[in-house]
């Protein structure tokens, strides 16, 4: 019943329109990244430059222009903190949530809601006594203070969804380990977290996408400090300049380069994370 | 959440007699308990305490620094009698609304689409998911250009004769509001269309074909179907949707800043420049507070009447 008739070409017509329609802000911001000061001006802003150039991309990241050393500095703040807070969300998260769920005491369950509930408040209620408390702890302006901060903000997160994986994993190679005399530390460490592999993609995929993208907290504990990182940078730079699109543009590819490259190399991965990761 | 609990009820019929003596023969006990010591650890230093903190800040007039009086309900009171509070809290309902029911039609129409058969499905799901990867404060940049009153939103209005529509979109204080909401939708539809699919992907494809040779309709295949199997998908998206519509922040103070003249404020904008901008700590915190009461509000009421009814 599913053939391919002529109903499902039209469908598939007006689909790929609606998508183009979608994906017309991706045109503009690179046509108008490719055009000259001069172009931006006189050219009008639905069309493609006839001679596009990289003059924008040169300027922003040759070395000894103003902006390149900030551009690398926060690529590389990005890089840390995100790094560290996956890695801290995945060593903290993964047992705790392995106890929460394999014990059957009541005591865990109440954890488990609270983690719950944690997930719910928003951020803006704690965030000026988080600042005087991490201020207090010399954890601001630092990235592993940055670290910490998001590390315990997206705990929730994290507990919750390897909850949702555990619950679901059958602990039937748990129980032969430890007939076998298995501790409880090498069945966690040899067989329940390799066996939840996907649950870790997903903790990795969605806490770093968070981190990476995440303006107002850096905005508040990073700014004028030498970590900055790249949504902080774009925002401090954008701010010098006054409606030069083309160069705003410029840095606004340059800051998606690399959360694009790494999603179109690992698309399926991204997707299944999202798609997953929430039916917990 | 919702679908937690139903998996839950729904494994137990399942479980077969050995199942208690099981749980007994495995079972990580309380000399492990200090496993979850450090995220509960961090979670209530980093979470609950400071929220906590929040909350009592919120009956005080602290400014930040020095030293603060209790105040009891006065910043409450000043909240619901302020217009522009009003407005605010207003604003932030309409765009959280507009957010659930156009993210989710929108998605679910995409999802529908790429579900099966079209040729171009595999590559538009990947190209439609690109806005929900990248930085929101760059999102925000492209569309605030779009927007501009020379930018390509009023070029190609006036290139297809529609000159009388062109408009300065976010200086309009009727208008700001939905180049807002717009913003919004654009980057997450690909967010709701992804959990959209992965539940069509569980309709079986013999039941429809099944319902179809007894001659049920389109519709009625949609209806009486396809809408019953991906419950637990509506009711991820329309919760997930509904509390980031009501967070609102990043895209509003990149696209507007809260202008013109207050018509694009939030309670999370205000939140922020209550805090941060004026230094009414103890007023942004009890502002912070009502919000944080209507998302618990409406997040309960969205449970309930999203919950499975199978």
């Known amino acids: 019943m599913f053939r391919y008739t002529r109903k499902t070409l039209i469908l598939e017509i007006g689909t790929v329109l609606a998508a183009v329609v979608m994906l017309m802000p991706f045109y503009f911001l690179v046509s108008t990244s490719l055009k000259s000061e001069q172009q931006v001006l006189t050219t ?71 983690f719950l509930v944690a997930i719910l408040l928003p951020t803006q209620l704690g965030i000026v006594p988080l600042y005087v408390e991490a201020r207090t702890l010399g954890l601001v302006g630092t990235p592993w203070g940055m670290i910490v901060v998001y590390t315990g903000m997206l705990m929730p997160l994290s507990v919750f969804l390897y909850a949702g994986f555990f619950r679901r994993m059958p602990i039937d190679y748990e129980e032969a380990a430890t007939v076998d005399g298995a501790s409880r530390t090498r069945i966690f460490t040899q067989i329940a977290f390799p066996l939840i592999g996907p649950a870790t993609g997903t ?24 970590y900055q990182t790249l949504p902080v940078v774009m925002y401090n730079y954008v701010g010098s300049l006054v409606s030069q699109w083309n160069l705003i543009f410029a840095v606004v590819i340059v800051s ?20 997953g990761g929430l039916k917990g | 959440m919702t679908t937690m609990e139903s998996r839950a009820t729904t494994a137990k019929p399942t479980t077969t007699s050995t199942e208690p003596a099981r749980n007994r023969s495995y079972r990580v006990g309380y000399g492990h308990w200090w496993w979850a010591l450090p995220a509960v650890l961090l979670m209530l230093a980093l979470i609950y305490a400071t929220t906590a903190g929040g909350a009592f800040y919120a009956f005080t007039n602290w400014t930040g620094i020095g030293s603060f009086d209790l105040t009891g309900l006065a910043n409450f009171r000043k909240i619901f009698q302020a217009d522009e ?97 717009v913003v919004m939708v654009w980057q997450n539809t690909g967010f709701v269309m992804v959990i959209y699919l992965a539940g069509l992907a569980t309709v079986p494809i013999e039941l429809e074909e099944a319902a179809a040779l007894d001659g049920a309709g389109k519709l009625r295949r949609f209806r009486a179907i396809t809408v019953p199997m991906i419950q637990p998908s509506i009711a991820i998206a329309t919760t997930l949707m509904l509390i980031q519509g009501l967070r609102i922040f990043d ?17 999370a904008t205000e939140v922020y420049q209550q805090t941060f901008v004026y230094s009414n700590f103890g007023f942004g915190a009890a502002l912070a507070l009502v919000l944080s009461v209507i998302i618990l509000i409406f997040t309960v009421a969205q449970q309930y009447a999203t919950r499975d009814r199978a």
């Open chain 1, 203 to 226: 903790v990795a995929i969605l806490a770093g996408l968070i981190v990476w993208n995440d303006f107002f907290t850096a905005l508040i504990f990073l700014n004028g400090s030498e």
């Open chain 2, 85 to 181: 509070l009003t407005g605010s809290l207003v604003n932030t309902l309409v765009l959280a609304f507009g957010f659930l029911v156009f993210t989710n039609v929108l998605g679910l129409l995409f999802a529908l689409a790429l579900n099966r058969g079209l040729k171009s499905r595999y590559v538009l799901r990947t190209l439609l998911f690109m806005p929900v990867v990248i930085a929101p404060i760059a999102v925000s940049y492209i569309w605030k250009f779009i927007f501009a009153f020379d930018g390509p939103l009023n070029q190609t209005l006036g290139a297809v004769g529609l000159k009388g529509w062109q408009h300065d979109w976010l200086a309009s204080p009727k208008l700001a509001l939905a180049c807002v909401l």
């Open chain 1, 256 to 275: 998606m380069i690399p959360i694009l490259a790494f999603y179109f190399f690992a698309q399926k991965k991204f997707i299944q994370g999202y798609a």
């Open chain 1, 44 to 114: 009008s802003t639905l069309s493609f430059p006839t001679s596009p150039t990289f003059k924008n991309f040169v300027d922003l990241l040759a070395p000894g222009s103003g902006a390149s050393s900030s551009i690398f500095h926060g690529l590389l703040a990005s890089v840390i903190i995100t790094a560290g807070t996956i890695i801290a969300l995945i060593v903290v998260g993964s047992p705790a949530a392995y106890v929460l769920t394999r014990s059957t005491s009541r005591w865990s369950t109440s954890t488990y809601y609270l």
């Open chain 2, 251 to 267: 895209q509003v103070l990149a696209l507007t800043g809260g202008g013109p003249a207050g018509a694009t404020q939030t309670l």
